[in-house]
């Protein structure tokens, strides 16, 4: 069982940036990591994913926004979100998964005042 801390959240304005960050409980090396976005009223949806330490996919609603990394040393994954617009809003979700499970964190709320 990996169990996953997201920080970071928090309010800002539309234009501004904010850094999540998601702590596992241990080794992510062989693991994808994630983040996922779910708002009032509406499914959870991917917002980036390294499925290895390489690899880097985006919806297409953040792509040239935000940013995901990951330091396996420290075994954290970060999400870089620039030039937040309101529509970003919604509670962030930390997903790790491999060949045994998935894992989700407790999520951090993001609100993007316009």
């Known amino acids: 069982q990996v169990q996953l801390v997201e920080s970071g959240g928090g309010l800002v304005q539309a234009g501004g940036s904010l850094r999540l960050s998601c702590a596992a409980s241990?080794?992510?090396?062989?693991?994808?990591m994630g983040w996922y976005r779910q708002a009032p009223g509406k499914q959870r949806e991917l917002v980036a994913r390294?499925?290895?330490?390489?690899?880097?996919n985006y919806a297409d609603s953040v792509k040239g926004r935000f940013s995901i990394s990951r330091d396996n040393a420290k075994n954290t994954v970060y999400l870089q979100m620039n030039s937040l617009k309101p529509e970003d809003s919604g509670v962030y979700y930390c997903?790790?998964?491999?060949?045994?499970?998935?894992?989700w964190g407790q999520g951090t709320q993001v609100t993007v005042s316009s």
């Open positions: 997903n790790a998964w491999w060949w045994a499970g998935a894992y």
């Open positions: 241990g080794s992510i090396g062989n693991m994808g």
């Open positions: 390294m499925p290895n330490s390489v690899t880097t």
